[in-house]
């Protein structure tokens, strides 16, 4: 390896490009901010250049604005296999999404894309507090599939409040014997992990109008009992639907359920 130096590029095309139409239409329905401030810009790259000296993980920052990479670190071409310093400045953004297993790229494009929106349809001043975590496979040169951990958190929003750089970090992930594409967001000032998990849900699922009533009391904090007692219906009953729910929501529990359920317009 050649010296211990990171390539700032400022024209290297987004591994955006690697998602679908629908998700560069989101981004062109928020970014007509013209506006520049390279002294924004210039402290964030300063301080995570900083930091990728100091850790092993691949890091990049993404320019949502220009749908460009404005920063790639060593570590984050040598994770996807290639040489830093054989590369040079001009890197097509095919050298990463060639990478990714087949199998993961539409669920990584979905994830994205409903990340994406549902970090804009927060309030502004929370827009800062999301970060997206996904686990997917990238292949190694011998077509070894290699689990990784990629991390994508908002950096600086543009003046219009919309997110404007966002930091990546990648590691290899500890969970090799799994093969699905997992996504979260996730708000580190409170706790709460949104899944956003791809699916074929969206168009097909379909509750009865007592499952939609009790998803709705699950939401409001009810207990079984307490559902039990004010629909009169038995526990058994509420707890057959609850199950049912889970089913067709393809969530591991309520909470799962409720935000799957808001996610594609079940319930409000």
Not at 100 to 120: C, S, T, V
């Amino acid at each position: 390896m050649r010296g211990n130096t990171d390539l700032s590029l400022q024209n290297l095309p987004g591994r955006s490009a690697r998602l679908a139409p629908d998700y560069l239409q989101l981004l062109n329905k928020y970014y007509d901010f013209d506006g520049f401030e390279p002294d924004r810009l210039d402290k964030q790259l300063a301080l995570i250049r900083a930091m990728a000296q100091l850790c092993s993980s691949g890091v990049t920052v993404y320019d949502l604005q220009k749908q460009a990479h404005v920063y790639v670190s060593r570590n984050f071409y040598q994770l996807y296999g290639y040489d830093f310093g054989e590369i040079g400045s001009c890197i097509p953004n095919e050298l990463f999404d060639r990478k990714i297993h087949p199998g993961d790229r539409q669920a990584l494009a979905r994830n994205g894309y409903e990340a994406m929106k549902f970090m804009m349809a927060q309030p502004v001043h929370t827009r800062k507090q999301f970060k997206m975590v996904t686990e997917y496979r990238i292949m190694s040169d011998d077509q070894t599939a290699i689990r990784v951990s990629e991390q994508h958190q908002v950096l600086e929003l543009d003046a219009s409040g919309n997110i404007w750089l966002s930091l990546g970090v990648i590691d290899i992930s500890p969970n090799q014997a799994l093969t699905d594409v997992k996504s979260q967001v996730i708000n580190f000032h409170t706790g709460e992990l949104i899944k956003l998990e791809y699916n074929d849900i969206t168009g097909g699922v379909k509750l009865t109008t007592r499952e939609k009533e009790i998803l709705g009391m699950i939401g409001t904090g009810k207990l079984s009992k307490e559902i039990s007692a004010l629909l009169d219906i038995s526990v058994h009953t509420v707890n057959t639907h609850r199950q049912r729910i889970l089913e067709k929501l393809q969530a591991d529990n309520s909470i799962e359920a409720l935000q799957s359920a808001k996610m594609i317009g079940l319930i409000a």
